[in-house]
């Protein structure tokens, strides 16, 4: 299954872009289908000890794993620049994400496109999963991907379970299955894990792959080949890949419109300013960046020592209901075992703890630029946080909360003292200040080449024949979740689609 360029077969049905998680889920099912596919990674297998360990997770951020990129700077917040961390590795983000896995609310999917809606995408969450707590009407049973509720589990963090019930405590009821029927209130966290390790797209859908599929890696694609309307293979340096059938761009929410882009495929304006050929004039390529913002954080310091989490270090969290019924929630708010502040708010030293609130639907809008033609050079990456002042005012709300349940009598056995905002939070100046310092990414892009202004309702690039996007890029608007379920399970009705032809 792993090959060199030199191993390569004379022809392949099919070539996939990217073994990030919509790669791997791809590769497993046209795999097992018998067709011949051809994974290209540019990125190598995970090898660093600290992927299978959950706690570690946050080091796996900045280390060789991963593509270490940044934003622009952010006007939004005070000029900074964000770290943006993407998984350069067989496994994609799932491999140095911090192991969430919930579909989330049915109601931001149903502002999707017809057949990517909730109930169209429900076979496809229970297909790739298997459930800690077994099969029903909305969770999977023998799925290749395993995933923990730490409902299941008994060795949870105690101030975790401060936070459960500091949280009914202010009237938020508890929620047994957060990533099932009911995806709101409060709840133990779900996470990607089978035993006490790591299950990223890799170990779930590729390791136990043989025969049909190859496997490609440290191999970066530069371009795509397009003549005449039609994708007929990739470049890579010194070789080019043509498949029998269909290219699929899986190489994720900044690296698939980059790689468009630099092959002629974009807002025609844009890529004649860099001397770039046009092939197709897609406006809407790098367009309409999404991401969660969340903000480190509301942060206590303890009157005792904090036990680590076994797992990711937030073993439970809260998504606060909408004020209106059948809505998907605004806020996500996140019990963190540990310090957790960003740099521009200040010290914490142990012991503490850090609740994290997150704005689960900005109105922000952000984009994927060009830097240059140079199909090696990192893309722009301009997410545009809190641009819009709506976001400001609801992250200004959700501390609000936070600081709220942080306050609840729950919480007096661990509560020494509130360090951040603390005194700090007073008139509207100084609340929009504290935001500003304290937002970050939650490392969620989604949208750049979004379903209906980029692909079709099929995926296809509108216009270039034999190629399509499966990835985070497509998706029409953010989940009210982490996007890894939401990534899979568009991967796995994509694989469908693929196979009808």
């Not at 931001?108 to 459930?131: I, M, N, V």
């Not at 009914?168 to 009911?182: L, N």
């Not at 708010?345 to 952000?366: D, E, F, I, K, N």
């Not at 190629?467 to 497509?474: G, K, N, Q, T, Y």
């Amino acid at each position: 299954m792993l090959a060199s360029s030199e191993q390569l077969r004379p022809s392949y049905d099919i070539v996939i872009v990217g073994a990030g998680s919509a790669g791997c889920v791809l590769a497993h099912r046209l795999g097992r289908a018998g067709r011949n596919v051809l994974v290209i990674e540019a990125g190598g297998k995970a090898n660093l000890p600290a992927v299978s360990v959950p706690p570690q997770w946050p080091t796996l951020s900045g280390s060789r794993l991963d593509w270490r990129y940044s934003t622009v700077p952010q006007a939004g917040l005070g000029g900074r620049i964000v770290p943006y961390p993407r998984g350069k590795v067989v496994g994609g983000s799932s491999v140095i994400n911090a192991l969430a896995y919930q579909a989330g609310h049915p109601a931001a999917y149903d502002r999707w496109p017809a057949g990517w809606r909730h109930a169209d995408l429900l076979p496809y969450f229970k297909r790739a999963e298997t459930f800690s707590g077994g099969a029903n009407a909305s969770r999977g049973g023998d799925g290749p991907l395993h995933v923990l509720s730490l409902g299941d589990a008994r060795d949870r963090t105690a101030v975790a379970s401060a936070f459960i019930a500091a949280a009914q405590e202010r009237g938020f009821a508890m929620t047994p299955d957060v990533g099932g029927a009911v995806t709101t209130g409060v709840a133990w966290n779900q996470l990607s894990i089978k035993g006490h390790a790591r299950d990223d797209a890799a170990t779930a859908f590729l390791d136990s792959l043989e025969g049909s599929v190859d496997l490609l890696v440290d191999a970066q694609v530069i371009g795509l080949v397009i003549e005449r309307g039609r994708c007929l293979g990739v470049r890579l340096a010194g070789q080019t890949v043509r498949p029998e059938g269909e290219v699929l761009l899986c190489a994720g929410a900044i690296d698939s419109p980059r790689l468009l882009m630099v092959s002629g495929v974009g807002p025609a304006d844009a890529l004649r300013a860099l001397d770039i050929a046009v092939t197709a004039d897609i406006p809407g390529v790098g367009a309409n960046l999404e991401d969660h913002l969340l903000l480190a954080g509301v942060a206590f310091r303890a009157r005792r020592e904090v036990t680590p989490s076994h797992y990711n270090h937030a073993d439970a969290l809260l998504y606060v209901p909408h004020a209106k019924a059948g809505e998907s929630p605004d806020h996500l708010i996140m019990c963190l075992s540990l310090p957790f502040v960003q740099p521009a708010v200040g010290a914490l030293p142990p012991p503490a703890y850090t609740l994290v609130p997150c704005l689960m639907r900005p109105s922000s809008r952000g984009s994927v630029r060009l830097a240059s033609a140079d199909p090696m050079a990192p893309a722009l990456i301009d997410p545009n946080y809190l641009s819009d002042p709506r976001d400001l005012e609801s992250l200004s709300a959700a501390v609000r909360l936070t600081r709220e349940i942080g306050a609840a009598s729950s919480f007096a056995d661990w509560r020494a003292e509130e360090v951040y905002p603390g005194r700090s939070w007073e008139d509207q100046a100084s609340q929009h200040d504290f935001v500003r310092r304290a937002a970050r990414s939650f490392h969620h892009p989604v949208g750049t080449c979004r379903i209906g202004a980029v692909v079709d309702t099929a995926l296809r690039i509108q216009g270039v024949a034999g190629l399509r996007v499966i990835d985070a890029s497509v998706l029409p608007g953010l989940p009210a979740a982490m996007i890894n379920a939401a990534v899979t399970a568009v991967a796995e009705r994509a694989s469908d689609l693929v196979l009808g032809g």
